[in-house]
């Protein structure tokens, strides 16, 4: 009676879920007339060092963990100048010590596997000028900010890095 009751213990504390390491996330922002949706993961700093370091200068990085960082527009927009048309696409980075390389990949299947990247199914490439901030930020963090009717700017955020992406709707 006893193993009987000890297994049915057993089979429970396996069913028992614990965080992710890097807690995924969902944003929807309207931005004049366009919902832009950003899906992607949040790992943390955990004391260590972020870019030069856990992410490397110079190098494809999947923005965020577990996966890409997907983005999801309603309508067509404009990523620093550039047309992105409706649809949903990955966004990988590509960061440097002074400027970062932003990609919208067409291809949602790569995941996290940036060592098969291929530069000809990007839609587009840009680049941003990073900021540095006052306090830093513990988890990956992607915010819209700035709205206007045809507008926003769009931030990715770690440690003291500030990344801005300007967005433009056609209202």
Partial sequence: ALLVLFSGYTLQAQQINTPAPS?????TQKVG?????????RPGMKGREIFGGL????????TGANGATTITLS??????GKNVPAGSYALYT???KDSWTVMVYNDL???????RYDESKELTRFMVKPMMGGRAVESFTIDINNLTNDGA????????TVVPVKLSVNT
């Fill in 33 to 41: 007339l366009v919902d832009v949706t950003v899906d992607y993961s």
């Fill in 55 to 62: 992410v490397p200068f110079d190098k494809v990085w999947r």
């Fill in 94 to 96: 590509k960061p440097g």
């Fill in 23 to 27: 807690p995924s996330a969902k944003l």
């Fill in 109 to 115: 299947s790569l995941g996290g596997n940036v060592a």
């Fill in 153 to 160: 700017t769009l931030y990715m955020m770690w440690d003291k």
């Fill in 75 to 80: 309508s067509d927009i404009m990523m620093e």
